[in-house]
């Protein structure tokens, strides 16, 4: 009877242990996604520099809580919200490829990436620039060639043995993908780079409106080059 009881306490006492760890992750994550929403609202209202004590403002939290979450402070913030917005376009794009198929899927990829920081004007040249220089690269476009590869191998996956080695046909299937997933990637990058380091007083400015037209029609456009690209390839052969 002693035993059990004594197995009893622990138990409770385990129990509320989990209890306090799930309360503070939640509080903990809750927290995360004020301080995230809050970057966002700051940039939305036009600031062009976020900082841990404005950010914390927004959030109505403590500037101790904007480190405890960011102990990089600004250069976390801006991780978290390009990777919000990468977040957002993968979830489009995987919406759309299930309901109209890889090319709806990765004009939606690519247009929905750049749309929400394109509203937000300098802001959002401000996040592209800043972004570039992160140690770790942009979150924005740093991983769009494995997300449009992810796309593309999904319409042109075969039902095929699991230890069978791939034929030809396999094979320029596969580097086809490949390249038309660097141009894709290349081409979203280099238009992101142009509208950044275009202002409002230049006479070259990118439109917002031109950006996204511009990574819309990139799948379209750069797979027709890798298809070219590859014919050439195949006739010199």
């Known amino acids: 009877m002693f035993g059990a009881g004594v197995t009893d306490v622990q138990n409770r006492r385990a129990e509320e242990l989990d209890g306090r760890a799930l309360h503070a992750a939640r509080v903990r994550s809750s927290n995360h996604d004020r301080l995230v929403e809050a970057a966002l609202q700051l940039l939305t209202e036009g600031a062009c520099e976020l900082s841990a004590k404005s950010v914390a403002q927004q959030a109505k939290v403590s500037v101790a809580t904007v480190y405890n979450h960011f102990p990089d402070r600004v250069e976390g913030i801006l991780r978290a919200v390009l990777e919000q917005f990468r977040s957002d376009a993968v979830a489009a ?124 029609v990139a799948p379209e456009v750069f797979g027709e080059v890798a298809e070219q690209q590859a014919e050439m390839v195949r006739r010199s052969a």
Do not use: F, K
Request: with cysteine; glycine share 10%; charged share 25%.
């Open 93 to 216: 794009g995987e919406r759309a490829l299930a309901t109209a198929g890889s090319a709806a899927a990765l004009r939606e990829l690519c247009g929905e990436l750049v749309a929400r920081i394109a509203s937000l004007g300098d802001s959002g040249r401000m996040l592209l620039r800043e972004g570039a220089a992160l140690p770790h690269g942009n979150p924005l476009t740093a991983d769009l060639e494995r997300d449009v590869e992810q796309i593309l191998r999904h319409d042109r996956r075969a039902p095929t043995d699991a230890g069978r080695m791939p034929s030809d046909g396999d094979r320029h299937s596969v580097e086809m993908i490949g390249l038309q997933s660097r141009l894709i990637a290349i081409a979203v990058r280099g238009s992101c780079a142009t509208w950044a380091m275009t202002g409002s007083d230049s006479t070259a400015e990118m439109s917002a409106a031109d950006l996204v037209h511009l990574c819309r």
